[in-house]
C-alpha cells in the first residue's frame, strides 16, 4: 500500500507533491501573472540555482498556474542547437488540445501559425542564408508572410492571443546553454512589448551564471528579476516531507525528520530520494527514524554514483589536487588566487588548463569573472566521503609551475 502511494518524487525536473521554502518566488511569479492577464507589463523572472535546486519544477508550476487563469505558455529547454520553432509548434499543439474553450478564430489562428512554423526565416547557429516562407493572403495571411524572424512570429502569436483575451508565457529552462541567436530573439520580442498593453511574459531558468549569458545578449536584461534557490531551511524541509504524508493519513517523528535533514541538508533532491526510500520502508501509519537509518546508506550510495560519480572518476592528478584546494576552502565560491594560494602557487595563472579541464567536466563553474564554485551542491560533503582516493591520486600529480 505505502509503495502505491509514495507522494515523493525522484526523477530530476519533476515536481515534488509540495514546493516548500519557495513561497516568495512563487508569489512573485503568481503577480507578474497577474500583472500580465491585466494587460500591464511585468518584469520577466529568472529562478537560478545549482542542480537539483528545484528551478525546473518551479518553471513546469508557473507555466501550468498561468495557464490555469487563461495563458498560453511555450516552454522549452534551451540547448546549443535550440530550434525555438520547434518548441512553439509542440507547445502551440498542445494548446489547441488541452486548452478549453479557445475561441473558433483563435484556434484558427494558432493553427495558421503552427502550419507556418516549419518554413520561418530566421537564422540558425553556424548556418547560413535562412528560409521564407511561402504563400501570400489577406489579413492575418499577410502578417504570417511578413513575419520573417522568431521574434515576428511570437510578436504576431502575442498579438492573437491578447486580441482574443488571453496572454503569451514564454519559459526557457537551461538558459546558460541556449543558442544565442534564438535567446536574443526571444529578449528582444519580450523587451518590445513591454512598453504595451500587449506584454509576453517571460520566466527562465538556470545555473547561476545564467544573468551573465542574458546580459551577454541585452544588457538591459540586468534590471530583470533573478531569483536564486537555495538549500532548504530545517523548517521548510520538514513541510516538505511532512504535509504531503500527513495528507494521507500518514506522520513522520521528529527525529525521522531530522535524519532526512541531516543526511540532504536541504537539497530538494535528495530530501525527495530519502524520503521516498523511508517511505518504501515504513509500515503502518508513522515513518519513524529506523526507517530512515536502515535506508540511509543505500540512498546515499546511490546519490554519490547517480550525481557525483561519473565526473569525478576520471578527475587527473592535477585535476584532483585543484578539487582538494577548493575543498579545503568550504562551500560557495571562491578566487582564483585562494585557490592557487591553497596549492602553494605564485599566480592563479598557474591553475592553467587544469582549471578549463574542471570546467568541461562540469565539476566546477565560474559564477562570476576570477571565481570558482562546484557546480552540484553538496559536493564538500561528498569529497568528505571519497576524500582518501582523491587525495592519493592527486599525489600523482606532476607540479603546476
Known sequence: MAQRRNPYRTAPGSEPPELSGRAGELGAAHYAIDMTRERAPANPIVFTGLRGMGKTALLRRVARDAAAVGGISIVGEADASLRFGDVMRRELSDALKRTEPLPARLSTSIARIIEKLPKLSYEMPHQAGSIGIAGRGDGEEDDLHAANSLEDVLLLLNEQLHRHGRFLVIGLDEIQESSRVDLLRIVRAVHKTAGTDSPILFVGAGLPDSPAVLKGVRTYTERWAYYRL????????????????????????????????????????????????????????????????????????????????????????????????????????????????ALNLESSADLGSVRS??????????????????RLPLTVEYIDRQIDALRKRARLAQSFQ
Open 230 to 341: 537555495e538549500l532548504l531551511t530545517p523548517e521548510a524541509t520538514r513541510e516538505a516531507i511532512d504535509k504531503p504524508a500527513r495528507e494521507l493519513g500518514t506522520r513522520w517523528t521528529h527525529d525521522a525528520l531530522r535524519h532526512v535533514y541531516d543526511m540532504s541538508r536541504g537539497y530538494p533532491y535528495f530530501l525527495q530520494a530519502f524520503a521516498s526510500a523511508a517511505w518504501l520502508r515504513h509500515t503502518g501509519d508513522t515513518v519513524r527514524a529506523d526507517d530512515v537509518v536502515a535506508i540511509a546508506p543505500g540512498v546515499q550510495r546511490m546519490l554519490d554514483e547517480s550525481v557525483y560519480d561519473r565526473q569525478f572518476v576520471a578527475v587527473s592528478p592535477r585535476e584532483a589536487a585543484v578539487v582538494l584546494a577548493l575543498h579545503t576552502l568550504g562551500p560557495g565560491a571562491h578566487r582564483l588566487e585562494e585557490i592557487a594560494g
Open 357 to 374: 579541464q574542471l570546467l568541461k567536466k562540469d565539476i566546477i563553474y565560474a559564477p562570476a569573472r576570477g571565481l570558482a564554485e562546484f
